[in-house]
């Protein structure tokens, strides 16, 4: 468990947790958050991981000024719901990502969990992109993601990690109660 590890651990905990809270503060603390772990990824020869960080940190720009700005900015983004559509089309999309992403780490590199790592990026990457947008269904999924990601990085001996992505998970359910409720209010 390096300091760096640990750095990019905490300032995780904070992105989310500001994340659950609706503040946009959680897009630039989670960007220095990517950065950092995208070398501890790469030291662990997690490439799909390292290579999801800097996807992140476009993801982390994207994500602070649609909070903060959005298509409208006399509007407040507001969580909503994918359909069914939106929702099948996201997931579809993770297993095409996931295939063809573990198929070139397994082939040209020497990951050290290709097909595990790469699923695991290109999901998140439908997550992150539906928190973006405020879509209620992001923290369902971030909850199995971030199950499986304990997993992996137990398997991999980032301990900090591993012990970030349980609490992550638990604030995921923190969220998906949280947002839950308020488009439950927002519709009555």
Same mark, same amino acid.
């Given at each position: 468990?390096?300091?760096?590890?640990?750095?990019?651990?905490?300032?995780?905990?904070?992105?989310?947790?500001? /994340?659950?809270?609706?503040?946009?503060?959680?897009?630039?603390?989670?960007?220095?958050?990517?950065?950092?772990?995208?070398?501890?990824?790469?030291?662990?020869?997690?490439?799909?991981?390292?290579?999801?960080?800097?996807?992140?940190?476009?993801?982390?720009?994207?994500?602070?000024?649609?909070?903060?700005?959005?298509?409208?900015?006399?509007?407040?983004?507001?969580?909503?719901?994918?359909?069914?559509?939106?929702?099948?089309?996201? #997931?579809?999309?993770?297993?095409?990502?996931?295939?063809?992403?573990?198929?070139?780490?397994? /082939?040209?590199?020497?990951?050290?969990?290709?097909?595990?790592?790469?699923? #695991?990026?290109?999901?998140?990457?439908?997550?992150?992109?539906?928190?973006?947008?405020?879509?209620?269904?992001?923290?369902?999924?971030?909850?199995?993601?971030?199950?499986?990601?304990?997993? #992996?990085?137990?398997?991999?001996?980032?301990?900090? /990690?591993?012990?970030?992505?349980? #609490?992550?998970?638990?604030?995921?359910?923190?969220?998906?109660? /949280?947002?839950?409720?308020?488009?439950?209010?927002?519709?009555?």
């Amino acid at each position: 468990m390096s300091p760096l590890e640990v750095c990019a651990s905490l300032l995780g905990l904070l992105a989310v947790w500001l /994340t659950v809270r609706q503040n946009p503060w959680c897009w630039p603390i989670g960007l220095v958050m990517v950065v950092l772990y995208a070398w501890v990824f790469f030291e662990a020869k997690l490439y799909s991981n390292t290579l999801l960080q800097f996807v992140y940190a476009a993801l982390q720009l994207y994500g602070w000024w649609h909070w903060t700005r959005g298509d409208r900015p006399d509007e407040r983004l507001v969580v909503s719901r994918l359909d069914l559509r939106q929702t099948s089309l996201g #997931l579809a999309l993770g297993v095409l990502g996931s295939i063809a992403l573990g198929m070139l780490m397994a /082939t040209y590199t020497d990951a050290s969990a290709p097909w595990q790592d790469a699923a #695991l990026c290109a999901f998140s990457l439908v997550a992150q992109l539906w928190m973006a947008k405020k879509r209620l269904q992001c923290w369902p999924l971030w909850i199995v993601l971030d199950l499986l990601f304990v997993g #992996l990085f137990i398997d991999q001996a980032l301990f900090s /990690t591993a012990a970030l992505y349980g #609490l992550f998970t638990l604030l995921a359910c923190h969220g998906w109660l /949280t947002w839950r409720r308020e488009l439950t209010v927002r519709a009555a």
